[in-house]
C-alpha cells in the first residue's frame, strides 16, 4: 500500500513539473527585451505617417421626414429634400397633422 502512495506522489510531482514547464515554455517571453517595441517614428523624412484614420469626413445629412441624421452619400433625394430612406423619400405626405 505505501508503494502505491509513492507512485501516485511520484506520478503528481512529475505532471506538476510539466505542467510548470509547458507553461514556462507558452509564455510569452516578457522578461528582458521590455524596450524597443512599437512603430518606430524615425521612418521617411519629413511624411508623418499616423495611425490608420478612416476617412469619416463624410458631410452629414437630416432626413426631412424623421430629422434622423446620416451619411449624405446614403440620402435619398426627392424634390431638393433629403431622406434617410426611400420609404421617407416616398411619404412625405404622411407626416403626423401638427
Ligand atoms: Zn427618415
Given at each position: ?17 510539466v505542467r510548470?514547464k509547458v507553461r514556462?515554455m507558452m ?72
Amino acid at each position: 500500500m505505501t508503494r502505491l502512495l509513492f507512485w501516485i506522489a511520484l506520478i503528481i510531482l512529475v505532471v506538476w513539473a510539466v505542467r510548470s514547464k509547458v507553461r514556462a515554455m507558452m509564455a510569452p517571453p516578457a522578461q528582458g527585451m521590455g524596450q524597443g517595441m512599437g512603430p518606430d517614428p524615425r521612418q521617411g523624412g519629413g511624411d508623418a505617417r499616423y495611425r490608420r484614420v478612416p476617412d469619416e469626413t463624410e458631410s452629414m445629412a437630416c432626413c426631412a421626414e424623421c430629422g434622423l441624421y446620416f451619411p449624405a452619400s446614403e440620402s435619398v433625394r426627392v424634390d431638393g429634400r433629403d431622406y434617410c430612406s426611400p420609404a421617407h423619400a416616398r411619404q412625405p405626405s404622411l407626416r403626423k397633422p401638427g
